[in-house]
């Protein structure tokens, strides 16, 4: 299986999840910074994904599945036993959809594109960075009822997830110093083997 992917981007997660669950991919980098965005071959990505966003999951026999939270569940499924997605048709299952979502609409989707672009303007910035102090305030109130992780105390696809996009804080300063769980729960990730290895393998500082 292939995985497009940019260093540090959305793509981290389904990376994550995938060496969490001991499945080898192939990477291939694709140049999001540049219009258009092309892989590492110089291909045209648009031929890969006509929306032109990572992460896409090609499989083996050229399957090309796209959307971050349904390829993290795809990859889940292929190793139940890695508890990285609960049963289908399950409440669990249901709840770690729930969670997925919830990053995506509240957390990836204010995070971006509205903060990585300058052109946006200091209203936008401002009323992105005051959603997402709401919203990262939940998951830190969250964290302190139910953790050590979103769904309890086992690591799951969610994780990958969150841990991805909110790594992003430090590259568009958003100020976690009022989310203590959060920050402890970062380390905690952070420190988790697995999203070790995904993230040298992206050429990504990996945390102390
Ligand atoms: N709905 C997509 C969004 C993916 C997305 O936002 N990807 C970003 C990187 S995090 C990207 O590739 N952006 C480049 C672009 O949109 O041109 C998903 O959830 O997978």
Redesign the pocket.
């Known amino acids: 299986m292939k995985l497009y992917y940019?260093p540090a981007?959305?793509s981290l997660s389904p990376h994550i999840v995938a060496v969490e669950a001991g499945i080898a991919l192939e990477l291939t980098r694709v140049n999001?910074g540049k219009t258009p965005?092309t892989t590492a071959s110089g291909a045209e990505f648009s031929t890969v994904n006509p929306n032109?966003?990572?992460?896409v999951l090609e499989l083996d026999d050229g399957t090309l599945l796209?959307?971050?939270?349904a390829i993290v569940q795809y990859l889940a499924d292929l190793k139940p036993d890695s508890g990285l997605a609960p049963a289908a048709g399950t409440l669990a299952r249901t709840r770690l959809q729930s969670w997925l979502n919830f990053i995506?609409t509240e957390l990836?989707k204010v995070f971006?594109p509205w903060l990585f672009h300058a052109e946006y303007g200091a209203q936008v910035h401002a009323i992105a960075r005051g959603r997402l102090a709401e919203r990262l305030g939940f998951v830190d109130r969250h964290l302190a009822a139910g953790g050590p992780f979103l769904m309890g105390e086992s690591f799951t696809a969610a994780d990958a997830y969150l841990f991805t996009v909110v790594n992003w804080s430090t590259f568009v300063d958003v100020d976690l110093s009022g989310f203590a769980n959060l920050r402890a729960y970062m380390e905690r990730v952070g420190a988790r083997p697995a999203v070790r290895e995904a993230m040298k393998a992206e050429g990504l500082k990996v945390p102390a």
């Open positions: 940019s981007a959305c999001i965005h032109g966003y990572v992460p796209t959307e971050g939270p995506a990836h971006s």
